[in-house]
């Protein structure tokens, strides 16, 4: 299969950041198991020490992944479960366009999204995924439920519709799902989907703030389209003026697909590294939890031509998701408490390991 992510031209780096650069998109195309004979050849010729290690440890993950991919749930239905992909319920009387008002949007807000739109490059791309992917990086160990109370002081300052703590935002999806009969691991999906912002907590290490966190995603290294919210902000990001990615296809070629772009950095893209490997989610969930702050594709139609054959099913899964995300977050405070049993079950369901490297 050919690589998604094609060897960027840099027409204007020094040598060694050159160098640097471009062993880090080799090891991004094999995390993704996307190897292209050509790239592969040349980089047998290029491996000393360090690097072949780096790369036997990917070669590790992937066996790792093909196992996984055994063991994760298919989707069947029960007897009185609503498929995943029926419309939602819960939101039918809801003033949808009180969501999501942006030209609205308090001075916090503003602020996240200029400093979140000029400052994420290609290259810091790199060395957050660089960073993230260390062999030699200490991994937090915890459980599911641990996870979410750490999240309890949590407020998100990109977000112009809650203002409620991530534990809270949590609970209020998962039961959402719940409300409307949507099948469990749907249910556990609304559960975790923002625990990747527990990113926060290892500030300097996996991070830099809540810029690099939270906040709606796209993808780097091609031209910022106009979906993307406080698109002009990206004015001022060095990348909008390189020849390659501030072309509509950047570095990436035709219908490359959704899941080989190289997304901004932050907590989607944390928790489905995380995941993947780690739980008995299905596909669908695992997309759910990867896309689901990709608002300027799946909300505002973007970046269609990057989608590969196939793509729609990706799409409807996380347009599934979606409503059970962002018109939840009206809903009543949910009493922590006497909803931990329930869910405390269907965390054991789906992360029979208990205990999570983060
Ligand atoms: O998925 C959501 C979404 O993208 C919101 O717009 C953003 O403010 C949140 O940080 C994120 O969790
Ligand atoms: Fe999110």
């Given amino acids: 299969m050919a690589p998604s992510v094609t060897e960027p031209k840099f027409v204007h780096a020094d040598g060694a950041a050159l160098e640097a650069i471009s062993d880090a998109v080799d090891n991004v195309n094999k995390l993704k198991g996307l190897l292209a004979a050509a790239a592969e050849s040349k980089r047998k010729k290029l491996l000393h020490g360090d690097e072949v290690k ?12 093909e196992k996984h991919s055994l063991e994760v749930h298919d989707i069947t239905l029960d007897d009185n479960e609503v498929p995943f992909d029926a419309e ?10 009180l969501f999501r008002q942006y030209a609205m949007a308090t001075e916090q807000v503003k602020g996240f999204y200029k400093e979140q739109h000029e400052k994420h490059t290609v290259a810091y791309n790199l060395a957050a995924r660089k960073r993230f992917s260390d062999p030699s990086r200490v991994r937090m160990e915890m459980g599911i439920w641990e996870a ?14 809650t203002t409620l703590t991530q534990i809270q935002h949590l609970l209020q999806s998962a039961e959402a799902i719940r409300r409307d009969g949507k099948p469990r691991w749907m249910q556990v999906t609304g559960l975790v989907h923002d625990l990747g912002k527990l990113m926060l907590f290892f500030e300097g290490q996996l991070c830099s703030s809540q810029w690099d966190v939270v906040g709606d995603t796209f993808p780097v290294g091609c031209a910022w389209q106009e979906t993307n919210i406080f698109h002009e902000y990206f004015a001022s990001n060095p990348d909008t003026n390189d020849k ?8 990436y070629k035709p219908k490359c697909g959704i ?6 950095w932050g907590h989607d893209e944390f928790l489905y590294l995380v995941l993947k490997d780690q739980s008995r989610l299905p596909k ?3 997309a759910m939890i990867r896309f689901h702050s990709f608002y300027p594709w799946h909300f505002g139609d973007g970046y269609k031509e990057l989608m590969a054959d196939g793509d729609e ?4 899964a996380v347009r599934a998701f979606n409503p059970y995300d962002l018109y939840s977050k009206r809903d009543g405070v949910p009493d922590v408490e006497e909803l931990k049993p329930y ?3 269907l965390i054991d369901e789906f992360f029979p390991q208990k205990i999570l490297k983060w």
């Fill in 343 to 345: 869910y405390m079950d």
């Fill in 54 to 65: 780096v790369l036997m440890d990917d070669d590790n993950r992937l066996k790792e992944e």
């Fill in 244 to 251: 390659v990615y501030s072309t509509r296809q950047g570095m």
């Fill in 313 to 316: 099913e990706l799409l409807r």
């Fill in 259 to 264: 899941n080989n772009l190289m997304m901004s």
């Fill in 148 to 161: 979410m109370e750490k999240l309890n002081t949590l407020i998100d300052e990109s977000d112009p519709d």
């Fill in 284 to 286: 669908e969930a695992l």
């Fill in 88 to 97: 939602s319920k819960f939101d039918c009387g809801k003033d949808k366009t």
